[in-house]
């Protein structure tokens, strides 16, 4: 079955430490993508990146990190530094640019609680 | 004032009902609407997509733009408690990823 895979589904931490949320995915889409999650406000975009060894930075990029070593994975290091980190993190995948148009799939996300 | 408006609900039905959800904008570039749908605890699953102005129609589920409004809608006919969830309406102004969602609206149907 092809899909995105996100691990762990519940994730527990301190405050003040980093913690890494993975993000794999198996349908040779180029493109990938977090966004976070909270109760009323909708999703909002952390970082994306649309090709291997690149990425850039969304609406909501503070304290958080990424990296795009290979096509199908696409890590979000949550820091020390990000003031409100508990959320649900959703990673999602498109082929992008391709015709026809190439909506985003999602993951089945990562709650994450920092105490 | 937010890119993209959506009334959180909670919205209540009976079963068989005909459930009409809404969104509205301020960004006329957008081009690209959908509407997914959220299960608790699940990541959204795409339900819809148009782009530009017109309808769309998938068994049950009809998807609506108005440009001219800044006004789009999701209606689904004969509704199932199965359709129980959160929906949320997302766009974008060219073919990038980078969607602009509304805040969700949660649905009930009840048996």
């Known amino acids: 079955d092809g899909g995105i895979t996100q691990s762990p589904k519940y994730l527990f931490r301190k405050e003040g430490q980093n913690v890494t949320l993975s993000c794999e995915q198996n349908?040779?889409?180029?493109?990938m993508y977090w966004y976070r999650q909270d109760p009323g406000q909708g999703l909002r975009l952390i970082y994306y990146?649309?090709?291997?060894?690149?990425?850039q930075k969304g609406d909501i990029a503070e304290g958080y990190s990424v990296s795009r070593e290979k096509k199908e994975s696409f890590p979000l290091t949550v820091t020390s530094a990000q003031k409100n980190p508990t959320a649900f993190y959703l990673c999602?995948?498109?082929?992008?640019?391709?015709?026809?148009?190439?909506?985003?799939?999602f993951g089945n996300g990562t709650r994450l609680t920092v105490t | 004032q937010k890119e993209v408006e959506q009334d959180p609900g909670p919205l209540s039905v009976p079963e068989g009902a005909i459930v009409s959800l809404n969104c509205t904008y301020s960004n006329s570039a957008f081009q690209y609407f959908m509407w997914y749908r959220q299960y608790s605890r699940k990541g959204p699953e795409l339900l819809m997509y148009t782009y530009s102005s017109g309808n769309k129609e998938d068994g049950r589920f009809t998807a609506q733009v108005d440009k001219s409004s800044k006004y789009i809608s999701l209606f689904i006919r004969d509704s199932q408690p199965s359709d129980s969830a959160t929906y949320l309406c997302?766009?974008?102004?060219?073919?990038?990823?980078?969607?602009?969602f509304g805040q969700g609206t949660t649905l009930q149907v009840k048996p």
């Open positions: 997302a766009m974008e102004s060219g073919n990038t990823g980078k969607l602009i």
């Open positions: 990146s649309q090709i291997v060894n690149d990425f």
């Open positions: 349908l040779n889409h180029d493109a």
């Open positions: 999602a995948s498109s082929s992008l640019g391709q015709a026809p148009y190439s909506p985003l799939h």
